[in-house]
């Protein structure tokens, strides 16, 4: 039996954990430069440490509605694919352990969330947390666009 720690995150009313293995840091939301010609759901960049990091709105990338960001509005600083990559969440509430034994597959189909982001699904007492994999939430050539975005600047 073995169990992975996961941060607790918000988007709108929904719970999602990503594993802790993803995440450098947790941040609060810091001045974020908007781009020109860049995917709708890179926020832009910002300074974070002396380096420059782009800065991804995980609810467009997701399709899911937006709300105003909040004092509770957080980046989780993750690295994919060698890159330091922030993606902005309502919330970050807590890290808890999960027992692999309770994540299920994730559904091919949850309205508005492509199955390629989840891990899985892991049922709680009284909650049901979708689990992602912050490395897929982006595709090959989102990766290259986001590398791109930091190169130039």
Do not use: C, W
């Not at 509430?93 to 891990?119: M, R």
Request: cysteine-free.
């Amino acid at each position: 039996m073995s169990t992975d720690k996961y941060i607790i995150f918000r988007l709108n009313q929904q719970e999602y954990g990503a594993s802790i293995k993803q995440i450098i840091s947790i941040e609060r939301l810091q001045e974020v430069v908007s781009l020109p010609h860049v995917s709708d759901f890179i926020e832009g960049i910002t300074k974070l440490r002396g380096e420059v990091i782009p800065v991804i709105d995980l609810k467009t990338r997701m399709h899911l509605p937006q709300a105003e960001k909040t004092e509770q509005s957080r980046m989780l600083v993750s690295l994919v694919d060698d890159l330091q990559v922030g993606f902005i969440v309502d919330a970050a509430s807590d890290v808890i352990d999960i027992d692999s034994e309770i994540i299920e597959p994730a559904p091919t189909t949850i309205k508005g969330v492509n199955a390629n982001f989840l891990n899985g699904v892991a049922k709680l007492e009284d909650r049901l947390l979708l689990l992602l994999d912050l490395s897929y939430v982006l595709n090959y050539e989102e990766i290259n666009e986001v590398k791109q975005v930091v190169e130039e600047k």
